[in-house]
């Protein structure tokens, strides 16, 4: 059974940063692209960046530059680090394997003041 146990989230002012984490069994990890993803209020969940299994990155244009996805695979845990956070970031950020759409975990919430 697959488990997503995403952490680290929390409130922030606008500048401010974040690591999240996110822990993940039931799959092979390492075989796995992972993405983080969020969802805002209203919105749609969007992928806003992604880890192939080899290291290579992609970001959404919203956050490139200003996030930072890794993976350590001997632990089986994806993190984001969020950077110069805007109160547009604020949203329940979760993790998955991108081409394999796990059942979601909880999600973290990030809330941004301004």
């Known amino acids: 059974q697959v488990q997503l146990v995403e952490s680290g989230g929390g409130l922030v002012q606008a500048g401010g940063s974040l690591r999240l984490s996110c822990a993940v069994s039931?799959?092979?990890?390492?075989?796995?692209?992972m993405g983080w993803y969020r969802q805002a209020p209203g919105k749609q969940r969007e992928l806003v960046a992604r880890?192939?299994?080899?290291?290579?990155?992609n970001y959404a244009d919203s956050v490139k530059g200003r996030f930072t996805i890794s993976r350590d695979n001997a632990k089986n845990t994806v993190y984001l680090q969020m950077n110069s956070l805007k109160p547009e970031d604020t949203a329940v950020y979760y993790c998955?394997?991108?081409?394999?759409?796990?059942?979601w975990g909880r999600g973290t919430q990030v809330t941004v003041s301004s």
């Open positions: 998955n394997a991108v081409f394999l759409l796990a059942n």
């Open positions: 880890i192939t299994t080899s290291g290579s990155t």
């Open positions: 039931g799959i092979i990890f390492n075989s796995n692209t």
